[in-house]
T-cell receptor, first 109, second 115 residues
């Protein structure tokens, strides 16, 4: 079966760095996406990785290792507004998105 | 770019009413649109995949006669919840993408409350 694993909840301090991990087992791979979802709102697209390595976009970076079936989202200089759920999603061989359950990130002052 | 508009944002109606939700891609053409449902504190659940000009593909357990999807153009898909009941109350979100390997961009969602 297809499976995406990410921690249910994480807590970090304002100004710090946090890494949210995602491991996956899917039938084929056509890329991995990270989305941010604030409570009561729709998800917003953060990043897309299809090749191994690190993609940096401002305070957010996303890493992919296809051989390990592993990705992480790195958030630097955390701000209170970063409190949200972060969703990992993998596109399988049929170009269908397989969604993780999301990681709720709590930022404390 | 890649803006998706969803309307209405909030619907409250009586049991038995049919409700139509619109999803529009404003600045791109979307060959494929997706409809999701999300209950409080739960994951996104894909309901159906909608391709322009063809019938939608529904996920297992989703009643196609209850959740009618129409994707009449490259910029518009609609979801109609027919004869809605309180258990249909949920957050419904649409998304659209420009191509197979492209990210999905989401509308703002529709909060549906059936009394």
């Amino acid at each position: 079966g297809q499976n995406i694993d990410q921690p249910t909840e994480m807590t970090a301090t304002e100004g710090a760095i946090v890494q949210i991990n995602c491991t996956y087992q899917t039938s084929g791979f056509n890329g991995l996406f990270w989305y941010q979802q604030h409570a009561g709102e729709a998800p917003t697209f953060l990043s897309y990785n299809v090749l191994d390595g690190l993609e940096e976009k401002g305070r957010f970076s996303s890493f992919l290792s296809r051989s390990k079936g592993y990705s992480y989202l790195l958030l630097k200089e955390l701000q209170m507004k970063d409190s949200a759920s972060y969703l990992c999603a993998v596109m399988d061989s049929n170009y269908q998105l397989i969604w993780g359950a999301g990681t709720k990130l709590i930022i404390k002052p | 770019g890649a803006v998706v508009s969803q309307h209405p944002s909030w619907v409250i109606c009586k049991s038995g009413t049919s409700v139509k939700i619109e999803c529009r891609s404003l600045d791109f053409q979307a060959t494929t649109m997706f409809w999701y449902r999300q209950f409080p504190k739960q994951s996104l659940m894909l309901m159906a995949t909608s391709n322009e000009g063809s019938k939608a593909t529904y996920e297992q357990g989703v009643e196609k006669d209850k959740f009618l999807i129409n994707h009449a153009s490259l910029t518009l898909s609609t979801l109609t919840v027919t004869s809605a009941h309180p258990e249909d109350s949920s957050f419904y979100i649409c998304s659209a993408r420009t191509g197979e390997s492209q990210p999905q961009h989401f509308g703002d969602g529709t909060r549906l409350s059936i009394l």
